[in-house]
């Protein structure tokens, strides 16, 4: 009996020690990964590394035989331009979308919608990739007169379809976090549906919905399967949004895998990883601190 | 190890069931682990079943797939592992060690060759083992029949001149655009290096803006669908909708189609030779494998893949000597 007792007081400390390492194991994966991309890339970073051509150079040329070139200004440019169309085209359509579920739904086309908003969330970027390299380019090409479909467009539309899902979770439960007490008065007032929405809600639920766009952004910016196969991978600058560009993170994908381990082109695909670490890290915790302002509240 | 808050460290070790358990469970594992082992080694005719280890550049991956498949059902003792990664990574395999023959689309570069050297104290041995001659695709509409070595140049180097169809004479019908479209290789692969190489010079670079696809049956794949695209990608991938042109040195010679017999007689200029690398002299199966790669069995698999063989052994017999 006593052996018992001692062993479920084992048994007890024991799962609680458990639970306590998944919980602090997180922190330790990210600081652990952190750790070893730093790693791969300090060697190069504090020897020979040029900052101002890294961020000041649109000309790519990591093999070269005679004139090696790091410059990223153009790959900086291509994330920036893919995730900015990406967020013009989810932001309204997500947030649109989470109004209507939170607001205007009936119940059981409510779930169901989600079900399928999560269904969409669930396909693997790879084969939203090969969407917009066999659907997608063929249909720009037509109905844009354009050279060619791999562009800033389709990776835009393709990150869009992607982001919706995210945006729209979050953003649903911004909304039904107002509380019913501000609708009742709303409606109380005289409030038509619209201006409840556009007065009330909209203003309650800010900081929520701004958290979901900006982990909209976070998806977007880091995606690479999509953007490697739907934008063209092509190093420059773009013009417009028929233009192919190339991405951060679809330049470590292409390349780091034939890189000669440890050579100075591996290490700068390890200090592109720190810059993208470093704007994601960056995104997630200002949605957070946004999150954290609404509950404080 | 004490628990924080009542438990001493005697409480701790003070457990009898699980111990057993544990102990069971180890005797369990090791009997399992030592059955799983002994098994192969008693199966079929009591000898030791010999196994390639076959990793490197992935233009030649289908080809060592098919060679694997070929030598089992004339050597059912060996079995041939292959996998792909790219030629970098072949080469990486053989300097550790932990390949049998290394697959590489290029030569095997002096810095590699050292490493190799130093890391396994055994000299790299080089087999050409094939020839791929790299076809410029465009779309089956594009009227367009050859270009030379020089207008290659200029359509893909950094500072070339050539942006435009119109630049060459070339008007695509059905109202397509005038740009050329550069689909190119990721920077890495064996096929951009060589291409730059054959093309380019050894000094040169290719123009920014390129669509740097990431495999050799994607060029061809984005070409059938892009009217106004030129790409390079191994003459094994062709396919109905796209057209391979015709490839002069220089304005004034003739322009040769690529095809076997225009590489074998060195007529056609992009084309390059497919190594197989070893770790001193093979020995045993693998020697065995290399030199039935080389026979004639051996390079009529290499046809059937599109590739070049090194020699065209003709329907009668006679063979034409290659270079």
């Known amino acids: ?297 | 190890m004490f628990c924080p808050r009542t438990r001493s460290f005697t409480a701790y070790c003070f457990l009898p069931l699980p111990t057993i358990d544990s102990i069971s469970c180890c005797v369990t594992v090791a009997m399992l682990f030592f059955f799983s082992c002994a098994r192969p080694s008693n199966q079929g005719t009591g000898d030791h079943k010999a196994v390639i280890q076959n990793t490197g550049s992935d233009t030649m991956v289908n080809l060592a797939q098919a060679w694997a498949e070929a030598y089992a059902e004339i050597e059912p003792t060996v079995s041939v592992e292959v996998s792909g990664g790219g030629s970098g990574t072949g080469i990486a395999a053989l300097i550790s060690g932990t390949v049998d023959i290394a697959n590489c689309s290029r030569k095997i570069e002096p810095q590699e060759l050292e490493k190799a050297r130093q890391n396994t104290g055994k000299e790299p041995v080089e087999f050409i083992v094939a020839y791929d001659a790299l076809a410029v695709y465009v779309h089956k509409d594009n009227p367009l029949e050859q270009l030379t070595i020089e207008q290659l140049a200029d359509i893909y180097g950094e500072h070339g001149r050539i942006t435009r169809w119109s630049q060459l004479s070339v008007t695509l019908p059905k109202g397509g655009k005038d740009k050329i479209i550069l689909v190119s290789r990721q920077s890495n692969s064996g096929t951009y290096h060589y291409f730059r190489e054959a093309v380019l010079g050894r000094k040169g670079d290719f123009r920014l803006g390129t669509l740097d696809l990431h495999g050799s049956k994607d060029v061809v794949e984005l070409i059938s669908r892009t009217p106004g695209a030129i790409g390079y990608s191994g003459m094994g991938y062709a396919t109905p909708n796209v057209k391979m042109l015709k490839i002069a040195k220089r304005a004034g010679d003739p322009a040769y189609a690529p095809t076997i017999e225009n590489t074998i007689s060195q007529q056609y200029p992009i084309a390059r030779p497919l190594f197989m690398y070893t770790l001193g002299p093979p020995t045993g199966a693998v020697k065995q494998y290399i030199d039935w790669i080389l026979s004639p069995q051996g390079q009529k698999v290499v046809v059937e893949n599109g590739f070049v063989p090194l020699v065209l052994y003709s329907e009668g017999g006679q063979t034409e000597t290659s270079r």
């Open chain 1, 1 to 297: 009996m006593i052996i018992w007792r001692r062993f479920e007081h084992i048994l007890e400390f024991a799962i609680e020690r458990i639970i306590w390492l998944c919980g602090v194991s997180a922190i330790l994966f990210v600081f652990g990964i952190f750790f070893f991309v730093f790693r791969e890339g300090a060697g190069f970073l504090f020897h020979g590394f040029d900052p101002i051509e890294f961020f000041t150079s649109p000309e790519w040329y990591p093999t070269s035989q005679t004139n090696v070139r790091y410059g990223v200004l153009a790959l900086i440019a291509g994330t920036v331009s893919v995730t900015a169309l990406a967020m013009i085209i989810a932001v309204p359509f997500g947030l649109g979308t989470a109004i209507f579920i939170s607001e205007f739904c009936s119940p059981r086309l409510r779930e169901s919608l989600k079900i399928i908003i999560e269904l969409l969330a669930a396909i693997p970027s790879v084969v939203w990739g090969f969407i917009g390299l066999t659907v997608m380019n063929p249909i720009i090409i037509k109905l844009f007169h354009a050279p060619i479909g791999l562009t800033v467009l389709n990776g835009g539309v393709i990150l869009a379809l992607m982001s919706v899902p995210i945006i729209v979770s979050i953003g649903e439960d911004a909304l039904k976090a107002v509380p019913d007490d501000y609708r009742e008065a709303g409606i109380a007032l005289g409030a038509t549906r619209w201006q409840l929405i556009y007065r009330v809600l909209l203003p309650a639920a800010r900081n929520g919905l701004l958290a979901a766009a900006l982990l909209g952004v976070g998806r977007a910016v880091g995606e690479t399967m999509a953007v490697l196969m739907a934008t063209g991978h092509s190093v420059r600058i773009p013009t417009s949004i028929l233009d192919s560009v190339r991405t951060l993170t679809a330049t470590i994908a292409a390349e780091l895998g034939e890189a000669p381990v440890h050579s100075e082109h591996y290490q700068v695909l390890f200090i592109i990883g720190i810059l993208l670490f470093s704007i994601t890290f960056i995104i997630n915790l200002t949605a957070d601190l946004i999150i954290k302002g609404i509950r404080n509240r």
